[in-house]
């Protein structure tokens, strides 16, 4: 999968034409990139938030070409096209009008990406005229600007909860693979991707087994599942994970998750410490109350008197319930507020089922390697998560939401 962390690239590789084309490739500065689609896609006598607007929907769009290697884990040698069916619009050797060249330069490392995800919003935008689509109208941004609409109110209009992601870190282009072979023996973090992408695309092909726990270790389990991956999408079935194999991953968990689509299910990666300090209480909301309630949703399914819980993220009445049943079951005061001494007893009770028979490895990762020092409280290192706890039961008859493919 492409890195945990997402990057600007210094120069990004567009083919002229759509991707099958016998077309040139050029390669250009990202910024260069953006300004000459920004210079050809919009006006520049339109309102400046509205060109903010669009500007940052044409850099999270290439951003999110690139996060996820869409043509690169294809077998192409570029990045984006410059056809406006597949991508955007890219004139070789234009020039820029100054205006928006100028906000480029302040926004080119900005990006667009659903709260609690990872990866940047494949944000597609159409003009809105002669052509409409699901994402951001270009004429249509321009009207929303002079009805005194900032960018961030222009881009929710269209996107609906998005959040802006500022200085984004910037490097060369490199590729997500990780140069070597990966095979029996080998372990490390290129390995917890492999099994951690190997479980998520196992949801939509059955016959690929479950690698648990996710350890970052390339044993019998791992070999397995690459070799029955291998077997489905027709590749050499050695149960070595080289480029074709390390690529076939790529592509295939973008698609099984729309990761390149404007709906996709997200990618979220955490760094967990199973510790705590500050109490936690009603009207809380963040990670660690997450944290809470995963912990509290698996006491549930042992515990009767603990009531089951979603895991929103939100400290609310229901949450607020759960820990009560659980200060109740356990001797704690009845306070509903979460201080060291109940996280400790909920950790505890917890860890006792967890260890045992209901550990969830695609959305906490378990590592060898302790982390933060010799806190055995801090297990869980920050790894490539591919999927959530969905916060409630599964039983027979429940499936997963079948995905679309959406081209622009």
């Known amino acids: 999968m492409p890195p945990v962390t997402p990057y600007v690239p210094q120069r990004i590789t567009v083919h002229l034409g759509a991707p099958d084309s016998n077309a040139q490739n050029v390669t ?11 210079s050809s896609e919009i006006y520049p006598t339109w309102e400046e938030s509205a060109l903010r607007a669009n500007i ?13 290697e869409f043509y690169r884990s294809r077998g192409y040698n570029f990045d984006i096209t410059s056809s406006t ?4 619009f890219f004139v070789n050797g234009r020039s820029y009008f100054t205006n928006v060249a100028q906000l480029v330069d ?11 995800f990872v990866e940047p919003l494949a944000a597609k935008f159409c003009n809105g005229t002669t052509v ?23 881009l929710r209009s269209y996107y609906g909860n998005v959040e802006i992601v500022t200085d984004a870190p910037i490097r060369g282009i490199t590729s997500s693979y990780p140069g070597i072979a990966l095979r029996r023996g080998f372990s490390g973090p290129s390995v917890v ?37 291998q077997e489905v999408f027709d590749l050499e079935p050695d149960g070595v994970v080289g480029k074709a194999t390390w690529y076939a991953l790529v592509r295939i968990y973008t698609a099984v998750t729309s990761l390149s689509e404007l709906h996709s299910q997200g990618q979220r990666f955490y760094s967990i410490s199973w510790a705590t300090t500050n ?29 089951p819980l979603t895991v929103d993220g939100i400290f609310g009445a229901a949450t607020e319930n759960a820990v009560l049943a659980a200060q109740r079951r356990f001797g704690l005061p009845q306070t509903g507020v979460v201080n060291a001494e109940t996280w400790d007893e909920i950790y505890d009770q917890f860890s006792g089922i967890e260890t045992i028979s209901w550990r969830d490895p695609e959305s906490f990762p378990f590592t ?22 969905p916060g409630g039961d599964l039983s027979m008859g429940n499936q997963d939401p079948v995905s679309q493919e959406v081209v622009r």
């Open 279 to 307: 109490p936690i209480r009603r009207g809380d909301t963040g990670v660690k109350v997450e944290h809470l309630q995963y912990m509290l949703s698996v006491l549930s399914a042992y515990i009767r008197e603990i009531p």
């Open 28 to 38: 250009v500065s990202f910024v260069d990139y953006v300004k000459n689609v920004a």
């Open 132 to 154: 409409t689509c699901e994402g951001l109208s270009q004429w249509g941004s321009q009207n929303l600007a002079k009805q005194g609409y900032n960018s961030t109110q222009i």
């Open 85 to 88: 069916a597949y991508d955007q």
């Open 368 to 389: 060898s390697q302790i982390v933060g020092g010799n806190n055995p409280r801090n297990r869980y290192s920050r790894t490539s998560t591919m999927t959530q706890f």
């Open 106 to 116: 302040d926004l080119f490392n900005d990006y667009l990406r659903r709260p609690g």
């Open 56 to 68: 940052l929907a044409i850099v999270s769009f290439a951003l999110n070409r690139v996060y996820t």
């Open 193 to 229: 991707v492999v099994q951690a992408s190997l479980n998520r695309i196992s949801q939509n092909y059955p016959s690929i087994p479950k690698i648990s726990p996710v350890d970052g270790i390339f044993g019998a389990q791992t070999e397995a599942a690459v070799r029955r991956f």
